[in-house]
């Protein structure tokens, strides 16, 4: 493994992933291969084309897009796939599910029949804890069956169980990680904690689903690349590995660390309706991956504070996303009725 093309690059944890491989393999190469949809953004990179040029490219491209796929691979002498393309929001996918099974099923299809007809090292598929569905007991591990909930949880399997299958039926050499929440720069405001953060720094209100009470595992984004480059590098082709803090908290304490962590008061919080088979625990089994050396390095709470104040202090790189058209658009059909309706009961 040296010259790896990242599908999805120019996203939140694909950037960061790029970024951290670059840094630390200083005679590795990296093609970002992405779409460049409302949430990958070449913002997200600047830093690493000025720094890293000679070891780094773009193309622009469409992981549905076979023959693009193959072209781009051969012509960067790719010897290993990360795949971090995806339609990720499980609230977009309630509004259109589609778009999700072409790009998260069809998509991985396409990646996986050029890492089997390239003769690649590795594949490497990047998964959510999500597929497991709501855990309200105990941990999920790897052999865990798969219950998801939402047309997003939903993909994200398929796309896992194909990557699972090449394995099987033609000895792909492939590898998986399901990783929890994960948080940190260059997110997309429209994720939970970037969302919460840029609203309380405008002293706007805070969305809180339902009862805030749902659990969750909010893992740094570089301790997320820190699993899945063990992975890569010491991971027994054909498994699956759980990435997360093993630890989990309830949304509102959640909100609670952003409010304290900027000094602002708790009246920001609403509660509005809550989303449509919202799962109310994910938990993650961790020692499969900390048994080849991995820690996280960051608690939740560690990471939400570290994340609130990347937000704080490059407005440079949100604000124009929230000031935009195409997010005042999803953020009004998103929370509008919800707010208004719970401004008309009070």
């Known amino acids: 493994m040296r010259r790896l093309m990242v599908t999805g690059g120019a996203g939140f944890i694909g950037s960061n992933f790029v970024r951290y491989m670059l840094e630390k393999y200083p005679e590795y190469f990296i093609l970002v291969y992405d779409k460049l ?23 622009k491209g469409d992981i549905c897009d076979a023959a693009a796929v193959e072209e781009a691979a051969r012509t960067y002498a790719i010897d290993t796939i990360v795949n971090f393309a995806a339609e990720t929001h499980v609230d977009r996918s309630l ?65 896992d169980l194909m990557t699972l299958a090449y394995w099987e039926s033609w000895q792909v050499p ?21 969302l919460f953060t840029i609203n309380a720094l405008d002293d706007q209100p ?7 009470l749902q659990m969750r595992d909010y893992q740094y984004v570089l301790d997320h690349c820190e699993g899945i ?7 027994a082709l054909g498994e ?27 009246s920001l919080i609403q509660h509005v309706e809550d989303r449509a088979g919202h799962d109310r625990r994910y938990a ?33 790189w949100w604000r124009p996303i929230k000031s935009g058209e195409l997010y005042q658009a999803y953020y009004a059909q998103q929370y509008g009725k919800r707010l208004s309706e719970k401004a008309e009961r009070r």
Not at 174 to 194: A, D, F, M
Not at 206 to 212: E, K, N, R, T
Not at 240 to 266: C, D, F, R
Not at 296 to 302: G, K, L, Q
């Open 37 to 59: 949809t409302y949430a990958g953004r070449l913002e997200n990179l600047e830093d690493v084309a000025a720094k890293f040029a000679g070891r780094y490219a773009f193309v």
């Open 95 to 159: 509004m259109e599910p589609g778009s999700f099974i072409q790009t998260d099923v069809y998509g991985t299809f396409v990646l996986l029949e050029t890492a089997k007809r390239l003769g690649l090292e590795r594949y490497h598929q990047i998964s959510t804890d999500e597929v497991y569905g709501q855990v309200l007991t105990g941990r999920s591990k790897e052999s865990d069956p798969l219950a998801p909930r939402s047309p997003y949880s939903a993909s994200k399997a398929s796309g």
């Open 174 to 194: 492939v590898t998986l990680t399901r990783g929890s929440n994960n948080i940190g720069p260059y997110q997309y405001p429209e994720k939970v904690v970037p």
């Open 206 to 212: 805070l969305p809180v689903y339902g009862d805030g």
């Open 229 to 235: 480059d063990v992975v890569l590098h010491r991971g």
């Open 240 to 266: 699956i590995y759980n990435v997360g803090t093993g630890s989990e908290m309830p949304n509102l304490e959640m909100t609670q660390i952003v409010l304290e962590t900027l000094g602002k008061p708790a």
């Open 284 to 316: 993650l089994d961790v020692s499969k991956l900390r048994a080849l050396g991995w820690e996280s390095r960051h608690t939740c709470a560690e990471a939400i504070e570290k994340t609130v104040r990347w937000y704080a202090e490059n407005a440079w």
